[in-house]
Structures are given as C-alpha cells and as structure tokens.
C-alpha cells in the first residue's frame, strides 16, 4: 500500500526515541506528539512517523511498510539474520550512521573467572536477547556453545542460575559490575542508523528524502 507521504518509523519509547523525535525537529519537520497515536502527521511535510517498538522497524522496512527507519544497527542485524534464517526479505539500504545510540554487543561473565579467549567459552550456556549475533561470533570462533534466550533481565542470568555468561548490550559497564559480571568479549558495535526500504520511489518522496539527508547532514555536522 504505497501512499503520497513519506513514512518514516520511529521508536516509540526508549533510548532512541528522544534524539530521533530532536533530530527531525532540527531538520525542520514539525510534529505534535501528544498522545498515544501509532501514526503522527507532520505539520509542515508529507510526512507521516509511525511510532512503534524498536523490535518492529526492521521487519517495517523489510517488508517494504514504511519508507525510512531510525534503528540500532544491533536490532537491525540481529532481524536481518533471523530472517535470513527463516527464507524472509531482509534487504534495506543503509542511508546513514547517525550520531547517537552507540553501545556494544559483549560477552560478559562472572568476574572472578578466569578468561584467555573465546575457546573458554566452550558448551557454556549463554543468556542473550541476540542469539543470531552470537551464534554469528561463536561460529567465527569455531567455538560451540548454547543459549539461553532472554527478553529482559539478561544481567541476572548467571546469578539466577540460569547460565554461566552472558551476550548483552554495554554502553558504561555499570549494569555488568552492579551484576558481579565483567565484559570479556565484544562481539559488535553499534549506532543509530537510518535506512530505507528498497524498491522504487516516486520523484516527490526522492525529492524529499534528498531534502532530509541534506539537512541530516548540517545538523550533524554543526554538533561535531
Ligand atoms: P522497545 O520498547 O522499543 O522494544 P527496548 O527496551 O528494546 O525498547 P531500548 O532499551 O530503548 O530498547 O534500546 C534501544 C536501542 O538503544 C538498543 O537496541 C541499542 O541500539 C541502543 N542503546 C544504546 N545504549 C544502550 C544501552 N546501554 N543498553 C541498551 N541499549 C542501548
Ligand atoms: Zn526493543
């Protein structure tokens, strides 16, 4: 279902929703957020943002839903991969790394053990929300393993019994320490990106989405 506007997907809530919601503001798009609406209509562009979990916005633009994403780059692979798996479209065109969301993807376990490398990681269980990710790594490494997937509480794992490591995002480390863990392996980085679904697009939305990446561009650079 093409439309005339450009669609462009947001997170909803959460640790790229503010700096996605002041990056279209100071690129001149003007939006009311007010409210619960899963859809918000620019005031000033053919433009409509759709707010949703960080979770959905790679299958949105892979499925060719929406025009544009905001995601992290860890999302973004591990939907890409999981796809791939699973014989689903999982193209996109990366336009640009923005300059927010950077954390990493890392390996993390009890700090009093001791670790030399990947390999002291064989037939562990390891508790992560990015099984693809890792089953990426480990593979590299020729190292098996198993996992233990979690939504949430990722850090308790060990503690809880329920592995003996963990695959989880850092940014400070702090959430690693107050857990008792420590960060072994990092295993991918990361940053906000914006991309674009692929396939054709009328000469006004190209226009458009030009006129965005340009202004993208001057309000990244002046923050440098
Ligand atoms: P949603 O409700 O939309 O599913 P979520 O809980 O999955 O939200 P957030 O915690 O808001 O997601 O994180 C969104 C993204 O922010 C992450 O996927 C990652 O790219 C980025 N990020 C940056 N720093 C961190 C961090 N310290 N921990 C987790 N994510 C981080
Ligand atoms: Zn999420």
Redesign the pocket.
């Known amino acids: 279902m093409q439309t005339q506007r450009l669609r462009i997907a947001i997170?909803?809530?959460?640790?790229?929703?503010k700096e996605c919601q002041e990056l279209l503001k100071r690129c001149g798009v003007k939006i009311n957020y007010t409210g619960e609406r899963l859809v918000v209509h620019a005031e000033n562009m053919p433009i409509d943002l759709l707010l949703?979990?960080?979770?959905d916005i790679p299958g949105l633009i892979m499925d060719g839903v929406v025009d544009l994403g905001v995601?992290?780059?860890?999302?973004l692979e591990e939907v890409r991969l999981e796809r791939i798996k699973l014989g689903e479209p999982s193209q996109y065109q990366l336009l640009r790394r923005l300059d927010f969301?950077?954390?990493r993807l890392s390996i993390a376990l009890d700090k009093d053990q001791s670790y030399n490398g990947p390999q002291d990681l064989a037939n562990q269980r390891i508790a992560t929300t990015y099984p693809n990710i890792l089953k990426a790594y480990m593979d590299k490494q020729g190292v098996s393993f198993s996992t233990c997937m979690l939504n949430?509480s990722v850090e308790v794992a060990p503690r809880a019994g329920l592995a003996d490591a963990i695959c989880d995002?850092?940014?400070?480390g702090a959430?690693l320490e107050a857990n008792g863990l420590k960060e072994a392996e990092v295993i991918f980085r990361?940053?906000?990106v914006l991309i674009q679904r692929e396939g054709s697009f009328s000469e006004e939305k190209t226009a458009l989405i030009e006129r965005l990446l340009t202004r993208m561009q001057g309000v990244i650079q002046a923050k440098e």
Request: net charge positive; charged share 30%.
């Open positions: 997170q909803k809530k959460g640790r790229l929703a949703v979990r960080d979770d995601i992290g780059e860890n999302e969301g950077g954390c949430g995002l850092v940014s400070t959430t990361s940053k906000a």
